[in-house]
C-alpha cells in the first residue's frame, strides 16, 4: 500500500526556518518525481514545488522562489521540503504527493507562520 | 485566481446527476492529462478521478470523468449526502512547469 506521511509542521516566527519531511512507502521512491501542495485555512489547492527522480530538476512556484527548497533522499525514501524566512502568508497545511498518473497524497502537515 | 477555471459552486438532490467542469488553456488541459480530487470537510484530498477518465480502486462507478480539448468534467450520478464534498481539478502547466488547480466546486446535496 502507497502510503506518504508528513512531518516537521508547527508554529514558527516570520523570518525563521522549518523542514517538512515526507516518508514515502509501499512504492519504488525514486521512480517518481514528488510534489509539494499547499492549502492554506478556508482556501483552495496551491502547488509549491516539484522534483524529479533523482533530485537533479526542480521547479517552484513564483512566491516561493528563492525562499524554499525541495529535497529527496531516494536512500531514505524521503522527500523534504526546506523553508526559509516564511511569511504569515505561507501558513497553510502542506501535503506531499506522488507524481505520476496514479496521484497519492499524505494527508498533509500544518505550519502555522505567526509572531 | 486559479489557472483552471471550476464553478464555485453546484448542488443536486439525492439521486440527480450532476456535472462540474473546468476549463483551461493548451499548455494544461490541451495537452496534459485531468486529475479529480475530492476533499470532505477537514480531511486531506482524496484522488476520484486519474488520467482523464480512470478511477482508483475503490471509487464508485458513480463518479465519472472525460476530457474534450481544454476542458474537462467530472459527473456523479445517483447523488448520495455523503458526496457533499469540495472538488478539485489539477493538471500539469507546460509553461509553469507545475501542476495547476482549478479553485474548487462546493457540492451541496440538497
Known amino acids: 500500500e502507497v502510503q506518504l506521511v508528513e512531518s516537521g509542521g508547527g508554529f514558527v516566527q516570520p523570518g525563521g526556518s522549518l523542514r517538512l519531511s515526507c516518508a514515502a512507502s509501499?512504492?519504488?521512491?525514486?521512480?517518481?518525481?514528488m510534489h509539494w501542495v499547499r492549502q492554506a485555512p478556508g482556501k483552495g489547492l496551491v502547488w509549491v514545488s516539484c522534483i524529479n527522480n533523482d533530485g537533479s530538476r526542480t521547479n517552484y512556484v513564483d512566491s516561493v522562489k528563492g525562499r524554499f527548497t525541495i529535497s529527496r533522499d531516494n536512500a531514505k525514501n524521503t522527500l523534504y521540503l526546506q523553508m526559509n524566512s516564511p511569511r504569515a502568508e505561507d501558513t497553510a497545511v502542506y501535503y506531499c504527493?506522488?507524481?505520476?498518473?496514479?496521484?497519492?497524497w499524505g494527508q498533509g502537515s500544518l505550519v502555522t507562520v505567526s509572531s | 485566481q486559479s489557472v483552471l477555471t471550476q464553478p464555485p459552486s453546484a448542488s443536486g438532490t439525492p439521486g440527480q446527476r450532476v456535472t462540474i467542469s473546468c476549463s483551461g488553456s493548451?499548455?494544461?488541459?490541451?495537452?496534459?492529462?485531468v486529475n479529480w480530487y475530492q476533499q470532505l470537510p477537514g480531511t486531506a484530498p482524496k484522488p476520484l478521478i486519474y488520467?482523464?477518465?480512470q478511477r482508483p480502486s475503490g471509487v464508485p462507478d458513480r463518479f465519472s470523468g472525460s476530457k474534450s480539448g481544454a476542458s474537462a468534467s467530472l459527473a456523479i450520478s445517483g447523488l448520495q449526502s455523503e458526496d457533499e464534498a469540495d472538488y478539485y481539478c489539477a493538471t500539469w502547466d507546460d509553461s509553469l512547469n507545475g501542476w495547476v488547480f482549478g479553485g474548487g466546486t462546493k457540492l451541496t446535496v440538497l
Open positions: 488520467s482523464n477518465n
Open positions: 493548451s499548455s494544461n488541459i490541451g495537452s496534459n492529462i
Open positions: 509501499g512504492f519504488t521512491f525514486s521512480n517518481f518525481w
Open positions: 504527493a506522488r507524481g505520476g498518473s496514479t496521484p497519492h
